[in-house]
Structure formats: structure tokens, C-alpha cells
């Protein structure tokens, strides 16, 4: 058994995986990755029972791989870090439960797990939904959706990102319960009816880094308890959240009636400026709409204030509104238009953004008391 692998081919496939292995784990086969034979080639694959993720492998000539092995996937990592650029390593295994790493004058001794305890997950499922889909799209999807999600929600179904399939259309939705993100594709599927999915944070988290921007296709199923993804290198399998996704719609206004066209610029630049006087816990600051102008300012417990004004197109009445700073920004980074649109009703009501021109992808965010 030997494995002959350069520094430069382990360190790629590793960085794809090794985000799903946590140092300290209730079981100790989590810590590992596996080596394994796949398909005439070989890969690492590394899992946490939430997520799985897999990369391919590319052996140098002499390796002799018999069986499957496992090796703790961060000090396997850390030793491959920190061996030269140019560095060609040498995994045997020596005796069961230990493996040896050699790499000309270095030289490491690890142990190794049972690899048929590593536990894969098993994506069979007799109502699977095959699909393909440009990673770019679905990267889109992820980046302009993702950060609206919640974190450590009682509503569980709320930590993570929906996912909606329908007649030529894939969007995601996320939402935290004050903000909401929503961002779609048109794609080629022909469906009699939609097909939706919740994936959690930690798979959204995960797939993102592995999904590149380009046009390349990926494979995608869909199952009952699973979501999977992969192309020609790489895979990731994450459950799916069980639960009933909120009615997203309902909290999409859909009566605001001023309308405001910004460049999104000047106004993300005034308000991380005026944002340093803002309360350290509510992170709020106004919104005064007038007279093609928008006035951003804010005050903070200790009375120190600051303001900010910028050119806007509004012609409707005066309004002043206040918003989580944060919530506005976070928006403001997504949308790639020169201006964005925001449509408002009143002071109480929630506001909605909107790349100006581009339908594409619409946001919510909830006004804040000040």
C-alpha cells in the first residue's frame, strides 16, 4: 500500500474538504478523511453527518493503492502546509492503525481508523430529481442570497437557504426574520409542478466553496432527505432541513409606491461613514427621503451624531425611516447595478431593493424604531 502524491495535488484537493473536519468530535472517524478508489480514479472525501464533501485525487506514478485508508484530515493537512512547495509525499501504511508520511527528510507516523467505519452517506432515494444547472447560476443563487440567512434560529427552518424549482426558473430565498433575500435564474427545466428544498447553513456554507464562477455545468440531485452537487472534481452531499419554508411572498410589499433610484455607491459609502456614530447595539440609522435627496444620519447613547447627505431621485412626500445599518449594507454589497431602487410606503412598512432594471433579485428589509 503506498500513495505517491506532490505537496501542490494533496493541498488542492484538501482545501475543497477540509472545512466539514472539526479537530474535536464525539466520533473520532470525523477527525479522518478517507482515501478511496472511485470510478478509476481516486479521491478524499470527509464528512461531519451534516455535510459530505469529496474531491478528486491525482496520484503520481508508483503508487500502489490496494485498500481504503483513513488519516486525520487537519494534522494531514498542517503537515502538507508546511512541507516545501516543490515537496512530493509518501503515505504507506506500516502496520494496522498506523501510517507513515515521508517526504525526503521528513518523516511522520499517524494512526489510522477502520476505513469501513467511515460514515458515507447514501443518497438513494426512489423520488430523486436529476438536474444540471451553470455553477455560475447557482453561485449567483448562493452569493446574493446567503447572507440574509439566520444563525442558530429556534425556527430551524429559518437557518438555512430555500431552494425553488419550477418551469424554467431557479431561485433561493433567505431570511432571518428582519431581512429577506431573494435571487432567481431562468434556467431549461420544463416541470409540471415546483420542487423546493431547504439547505442548511452549513451545507450552504460548504457547496459555495465549491462551486466556481464559470460555465461549467454541474450535476444535481434532489431527494427527499439530500441535496446533491458535483462536477468533474469535486461532490457535495448535504441533508435537507425537514420542515415548511415561511410564505416568502407575504412579506414582499407589494403597495409601496415612492420610489427611490440611488447609486449604490454613494449611498453604501455615507452610510458605513455615518454607521460609526450609531448605537454599538442596534446599529440604526434614518433615512430622511426629499426633494432628490436622501439625508443618512445617526446619534449614539453618548450624543455624538452624524450626517450625511446624498443626491437621489424622489419627488414624493418627506419621509424619514430608520434601518439596521448592517441589513442596508449587506444588500448594497450584492447588487452589482451602478444604482439600486427602493420602493417604501411609509415609515412603518418594510423597504424593498432592487437592482435597478434587473428583476432578477429583490430584497426586504424591515424598518427599525429610532
Avoid: W
Avoid at 20 to 39: A, G
Avoid at 184 to 192: D, H, L, N, P
Avoid at 332 to 339: E, G, M, R, Y
Amino acid at each position: 500500500m503506498k500513495i505517491i502524491i506532490t505537496k501542490e495535488n494533496l493541498i488542492k484537493a484538501l482545501q475543497k474538504i477540509i472545512g466539514v473536519v472539526e479537530k474535536r468530535q464525539t466520533m473520532p472517524i470525523l477527525s479522518h478523511i478517507l482515501f478511496r478508489e472511485k470510478e478509476g480514479g481516486f479521491e478524499v472525501v470527509a464528512s461531519d453527518l451534516e455535510v459530505q464533501l469529496s474531491a478528486s485525487l491525482v496520484l503520481e506514478n508508483g503508487s500502489d493503492f490496494t485498500e481504503n485508508i483513513t488519516i486525520p484530515g487537519r494534522k494531514l493537512f498542517d503537515i502538507g502546509k508546511g512541507l516545501p512547495d516543490e515537496a512530493i509525499l509518501e503515505i504507506d501504511k506500516i502496520e494496522e492503525g498506523k501510517l507513515q508520511i515521508r517526504s525526503k527528510k521528513s518523516k511522520f507516523i499517524l494512526s489510522a481508523l477502520d476505513a469501513a467505519t467511515f460514515p458515507l452517506m447514501d443518497t438513494v432515494d426512489e423520488n430523486n430529481l436529476d438536474f444540471t444547472i451553470k455553477s455560475s447560476d447557482f453561485k449567483q443563487i448562493v452569493n446574493k442570497t446567503a447572507f440574509a440567512m439566520a444563525q442558530q434560529d429556534v425556527r430551524y427552518y429559518l437557518n438555512g437557504l430555500y431552494l425553488n424549482l419550477s418551469n424554467k426558473e431557479l431561485f433561493g430565498v433567505a431570511t432571518d426574520g428582519h431581512r429577506l433575500a431573494k435571487s432567481g435564474v431562468e434556467t431549461e427545466f420544463i416541470m409540471q409542478e415546483s420542487v423546493n428544498a431547504i439547505i442548511p447553513r452549513k451545507g450552504v456554507v460548504e457547496i459555495d466553496k465549491q462551486l466556481e464562477d464559470v460555465e461549467e455545468n454541474l450535476n444535481a440531485t434532489i431527494s427527499k432527505n439530500h441535496l446533491q452537487i458535483s462536477n468533474k472534481n469535486t461532490q457535495a452531499i448535504s441533508k435537507l432541513i425537514d420542515g415548511k419554508f415561511p410564505d416568502y411572498e407575504k412579506v414582499i410589499p407589494a403597495d409601496a409606491n415612492m420610489k427611490v433610484i440611488v447609486d449604490c455607491k454613494s449611498l453604501k459609502e455615507a452610510l458605513i461613514r455615518v454607521s460609526i456614530l450609531s448605537n454599538d447595539r442596534f446599529r440604526g440609522v434614518r433615512l430622511n427621503f426629499d426633494n432628490n435627496e436622501i439625508k443618512v444620519s445617526a446619534n449614539n447613547p453618548e450624543k455624538e451624531e452624524a450626517s450625511d447627505d446624498i443626491k437621489a431621485t424622489y419627488s414624493g412626500e418627506p419621509l424619514e425611516v430608520g434601518f439596521n445599518v448592517n441589513y442596508l449594507i449587506d444588500v448594497l454589497n450584492v447588487i452589482k447595478t451602478k444604482n439600486v431602487q427602493i420602493l417604501l410606503k411609509d415609515n412603518n412598512s418594510s423597504a424593498l431593493l432592487t437592482p435597478e432594471n434587473d428583476n432578477s433579485s429583490s430584497y426586504v428589509v424591515m424598518p427599525l424604531r429610532l
